[in-house]
């Protein structure tokens, strides 16, 4: 798999349809820093190490205990959807296994505090149906948004390098614990880290870069 594929895998995944079980989680932590913009991007350019670095603070500050792992690992990688606002928009993640053969992907997401997602969707591709999903929440706490109304209001201000290309609402916050899974194939739909970040493990069908429809059509990778 190339870096190509490794980032459009990347994009995936959010929109909750199960119920919240521990809120923000058991944490007793302060709360990480805040990250800023300037320091992720050199001359206009994303600095993809300075990303990383940002995530190894998530991985240490949550005694995530594959942290030290992904510092050597050539498959952990970070992007910003071309969106130039990392600290806002942007994720980082470690594809564990991609098979388009039997079906079935796993993938750790791994998000700044308040960091989003684009909105995206799955649609068949590759003579595969619709990518299916699931999240599990392992470290802090996300917001999924997805179809419907409002109905938990998100801690955070929406990004606003993303102000009219997000078309769904805040459906549920997952804490530490928690799981949810998108509520129809094909649905737009995004995810964004809680007051702490968010260490979260994906469980889908496969994906194919093929078959994702971003909302914001200047999302690249």
Same mark, same amino acid.
């Given at each position: ?9 990347? +994009? @995936?995944?959010?929109? @909750? +349809?199960?119920?919240?079980? &521990? ?9 990480l820093r805040k990250f800023t913009n300037e320091e /992720? ?5 994303? %600095?993809?190490? @300075? ?5 190894? !603070? ?9 942290? $030290?792992?992904?510092?050597?690992n050539a498959n952990f990688w970070v992007a910003d959807? =071309?969106?130039? $606002? ?8 470690? /594809? *564990?296994?991609? %098979? ?5 992907? +796993? ?17 068949? +591709? !590759? ?5 299916? !999903?699931? *999240?599990?929440?392992?470290?802090? &706490? ?6 419907? %109304? ?6 955070? %201000? ?10 769904? =609402? ?16 094909? @649905? ?19 994906? &194919?870069? $093929? ?11």
């Amino acid at each position: 798999m190339n870096r190509r594929q490794m980032l459009g895998v990347g +994009a @995936a995944g959010l929109l @909750a +349809a199960a119920p919240c079980g &521990s809120a923000m989680g058991a944490s007793k932590k302060s709360g990480l820093r805040k990250f800023t913009n300037e320091e /992720f991007y050199k001359n206009g350019e994303f %600095d993809a190490e @300075a990303g990383k670095k940002a995530f190894y !603070e998530l991985f240490e500050y949550h005694g995530y205990s594959l942290g $030290d792992s992904l510092k050597e690992n050539a498959n952990f990688w970070v992007a910003d959807f =071309k969106q130039k $606002d990392f600290a806002r928009v942007g994720m980082g993640g470690i /594809f *564990w296994v991609n %098979d388009k053969e039997h079906g079935y992907f +796993a993938h750790e997401i791994y998000l700044l505090p308040g960091q989003m997602i684009v909105e995206h969707a799955h649609v068949p +591709a !590759e003579g595969k149906p619709a990518k299916h !999903e699931a *999240w599990h929440v392992r470290h802090g &706490s996300i917001f999924n948004f997805g179809e419907g %109304d409002e109905k938990v209001k998100c801690a955070f %201000d929406l990004p606003k390098s993303q102000d009219g290309h997000i078309t769904t =609402k805040c459906q549920a916050l997952l804490g530490l614990g928690d799981f949810a899974a998108l509520n129809r194939i094909e @649905a737009p739909h995004f995810m964004m880290g809680g007051p702490e970040g968010a260490i979260v493990s994906e469980y889908a069908s496969y994906h &194919s870069n $093929d078959g994702l429809r971003f909302t914001n059509p200047t999302v690249a990778f």
